[in-house]
C-alpha cells in the first residue's frame, strides 16, 4: 500500500484518538440512556485490487446510520496496525481487515467477524502467476530461477504474502533470500500495483509476476491487455476475502442490528462502485475461514502483533 497515505492515515487516527483522549472519553462516544452508543465508527481500507474504491461510502453511511438509529461514521484508512491499535483502545468499533491482519486483530483485540463478500458464490480468490505466452523458457514455478520477477508490495496479501508463500513451500525455498538477487530470481521488483505488474509482463519488463487472479481477468475485460498473449504457469492456494469485524464488548442488540444491516444490504450501485461487480454480497464471515493464515505466517516467520 502507498506508504504517503499509511503516514497520513496514521497521523489522522492518532490525532483522533489524541482529541478523544485529551477530551477525556476511553471509547469513541458516550452510552445513551439505553446503553446503546450514539456514534460508531468504522474504517475501511482501499481494495488493493481496485484502488478507486475509496470514497463511495457516504450513501452507505446514511443507509447504516439510518437502520441503526444512531451516527455512523465511515472513514477510510491505510494502515491496518494503526486501525487495529484503534479498536483495541476503543476508539474504533468496526475494521476492514486483510486476511493477516484478521489474525493480527485477534491477537490484540476481543474481535468477532461480521461478513466478508462473494462474488458469483465464491468468498476467496487466487493469486496466478504469469509470463508472456511466447515464453518458452518459464512454463510452470521451477522455470522462474534466474528470472527477473515482480511482486506487487511488501504489504499485499495477494501481490506478495501468498505468492512468497507458494514458492517457498513448492521450491523449498529460504523465505528471507527470496528476494536476494541471484538466489532463486535474478532480480525482484515491486510493481505497486497489480495492473502494473500485469503491463510489467506483458511490456517485457519482467519476465514474470504473481498477480491477483481478477485483476488479470478485469484488464482483459477491459481491453488493456490480451490475457491470450500471457499464460499462467501456477497459483497460490485460495485466498480468503477481506473481512468487517466489531469490537465483542459492543452491545449484543447493536451488534445483531450491525450484522444484520450488512447481511441485508442490497445497493447495487455501492457494489458496483466500490468492487466494480454488482453482484458481489455481503455473507457471513466465520473465524475459521482465516485458520489458513497462521501457517502461512509461521512459514514466512510473520508474527501477530503482541
Same mark, same amino acid.
Given at each position: 500500500?502507498?506508504?504517503?497515505?499509511?503516514?497520513?492515515?496514521?497521523?489522522?487516527?492518532?490525532?483522533?484518538?489524541?482529541?478523544?483522549?485529551?477530551?477525556?472519553?476511553?471509547?469513541?462516544?458516550?452510552?445513551?440512556?439505553?446503553?446503546?452508543?450514539?456514534?460508531?465508527?468504522?474504517?475501511t481500507?482501499?481494495d488493493?485490487?481496485n484502488?478507486?474504491?475509496?470514497?463511495?461510502?457516504k450513501?452507505?453511511?446514511?443507509?447504516?446510520?439510518?437502520?441503526?438509529?444512531?451516527?455512523?461514521?465511515?472513514?477510510?484508512?491505510?494502515?491496518?496496525?494503526?486501525?487495529?491499535?484503534?479498536?483495541?483502545?476503543?476508539?474504533?468499533?468496526?475494521?476492514?481487515?486483510?486476511?493477516?491482519?484478521?489474525?493480527?486483530?485477534?491477537?490484540?483485540?476481543?474481535?468477532?467477524?461480521?461478513?466478508?463478500?462473494?462474488?458469483?458464490?465464491?468468498?476467496?480468490?487466487?493469486?496466478?502467476?504469469?509470463?508472456?505466452?511466447?515464453?518458452?523458457k518459464?512454463?510452470?514455478?521451477?522455470?522462474?530461477?534466474?528470472?527477473?520477477?515482480?511482486?506487487?508490495?511488501?504489504a499485499?496479501?495477494?501481490?506478495?504474502?501468498?505468492?512468497?508463500? #507458494?514458492?517457498? @513451500?513448492? &521450491?523449498?525455498? %529460504?523465505? $528471507? /533470500?527470496?528476494?536476494?538477487?541471484?538466489?532463486?530470481?535474478?532480480?525482484?521488483?515491486?510493481?505497486?500495483?497489480?495492473?502494473?505488474?500485469?503491463?510489467?509482463?506483458?511490456?517485457?519488463d519482467?519476465?514474470?509476476?504473481?498477480?491477483?487472479?481478477?485483476?488479470?481477468?478485469?484488464?482483459?475485460?477491459?481491453?488493456?491487455?490480451?490475457?491470450?498473449k500471457?499464460?499462467i504457469i501456477?497459483?497460490?492456494?485460495?485466498?480468503?476475502?477481506?473481512?468487517?469485524?466489531?469490537r465483542?464488548?459492543?452491545?449484543?442488540?447493536l451488534?445483531?442490528?450491525?450484522?444484520?444491516f450488512?447481511?441485508?444490504?442490497?445497493?447495487?450501485?455501492?457494489?458496483?462502485?466500490?468492487?466494480?461487480?454488482?453482484?458481489?454480497?455481503?455473507?457471513?464471515?466465520?473465524?475459521?475461514?482465516?485458520?489458513?493464515?497462521? #501457517?502461512?505466517? @509461521?512459514? &514466512?516467520?510473520? %508474527?501477530? $502483533? /503482541?
Amino acid at each position: 500500500m502507498n506508504m504517503k497515505k499509511n503516514v497520513l492515515f496514521g497521523l489522522t487516527l492518532l490525532a483522533s484518538i489524541g482529541f478523544m483522549t485529551a477530551c477525556g472519553s476511553n471509547k469513541t462516544v458516550s452510552a445513551k440512556a439505553d446503553g446503546m452508543p450514539e456514534k460508531i465508527t468504522i474504517v475501511t481500507m482501499p481494495d488493493e485490487n481496485n484502488p478507486e474504491a475509496g470514497g463511495k461510502n457516504k450513501k452507505f453511511q446514511e443507509d447504516m446510520s439510518k437502520a441503526l438509529g444512531i451516527e455512523v461514521d465511515v472513514m477510510e484508512g491505510a494502515d491496518y496496525a494503526v486501525g487495529i491499535e484503534a479498536m483495541k483502545n476503543e476508539k474504533l468499533d468496526i475494521l476492514l481487515v486483510s486476511p493477516m491482519s484478521y489474525y493480527q486483530a485477534k491477537e490484540r483485540v476481543e474481535i468477532e467477524p461480521i461478513v466478508t463478500t462473494s462474488s458469483a458464490g465464491k468468498e476467496a480468490y487466487r493469486t496466478v502467476f504469469i509470463t508472456k505466452n511466447d515464453n518458452d523458457k518459464i512454463n510452470n514455478l521451477k522455470d522462474l530461477k534466474g528470472s527477473n520477477f515482480a511482486f506487487v508490495d511488501p504489504a499485499s496479501s495477494s501481490g506478495y504474502l501468498y505468492p512468497k508463500y #507458494e514458492l517457498v @513451500k513448492e &521450491l523449498d525455498l %529460504e523465505q $528471507e /533470500k527470496v528476494e536476494e538477487p541471484n538466489y532463486f530470481f535474478k532480480t525482484v521488483a515491486y510493481s505497486g500495483k497489480h495492473d502494473s505488474s500485469v503491463m510489467g509482463v506483458a511490456k517485457g519488463d519482467y519476465e514474470a509476476a504473481a498477480v491477483a487472479a481478477q485483476v488479470l481477468q478485469s484488464m482483459d475485460d477491459a481491453g488493456l491487455v490480451k490475457k491470450d498473449k500471457l499464460k499462467i504457469i501456477g497459483e497460490t492456494q485460495e485466498i480468503p476475502n477481506a473481512a468487517y469485524v466489531m469490537r465483542k464488548d459492543l452491545p449484543e442488540e447493536l451488534k445483531k442490528k450491525i450484522k444484520d444491516f450488512y447481511l441485508n444490504y442490497d445497493d447495487k450501485e455501492y457494489f458496483k462502485a466500490f468492487y466494480k461487480d454488482d453482484s458481489v454480497k455481503f455473507v457471513e464471515a466465520h473465524d475459521t475461514d482465516y485458520e489458513s493464515i497462521k #501457517e502461512m505466517m @509461521k512459514v &514466512l516467520e510473520i %508474527e501477530g $502483533e /503482541k
